[in-house]
């Protein structure tokens, strides 16, 4: 992947995410989701980006690893696709 083509997601708090890598943006409230969030903690791929604020979102990545995000679903969802707007025009 060349660095030109490299977009990033804000997250939040200056935490930012490769939009490429992002497979699934997720409400974090079911108890599906609790136990991704669960299951990714005892396999060490949890990434808690929330800087210590409530978790309002869940972003699953192609390498499976599951980060931690304080803003709402809608918020990353919107910014998501603004950038891939952006880079299609």
């Given at each position: 992947?060349?660095?030109?083509?490299?977009?990033?997601l804000?997250?939040?708090?200056?935490?930012?995410?490769?939009?490429?890598?992002?497979?699934?943006?997720v409400?974090?409230?079911?108890?599906?989701?609790?136990?991704l969030?669960?299951?990714?903690?005892?396999d060490?791929?949890?990434?808690?980006?929330?800087?210590?604020?409530?978790?309002?979102?869940?972003?699953?990545?192609?390498?499976?690893?599951?980060?931690?995000?304080?803003?709402?679903?809608?918020?990353?969802?919107q910014?998501?696709?603004?950038?891939?707007?952006?880079?299609?025009?």
């Open positions: 992947m060349s660095t030109d083509k490299l977009k990033l804000n997250i939040g708090f200056g935490n930012s995410v490769v939009t490429s890598r992002v497979v699934a943006i409400n974090p409230g079911s108890s599906p989701m609790r136990r969030r669960e299951d990714a903690r005892t060490n791929r949890l990434i808690d980006a929330t800087q210590g604020r409530k978790t309002r979102s869940l972003i699953i990545t192609d390498s499976n690893h599951v980060i931690l995000s304080s803003i709402q679903t809608e918020t990353i969802t910014r998501l696709a603004n950038i891939e707007v952006k880079s299609d025009g």
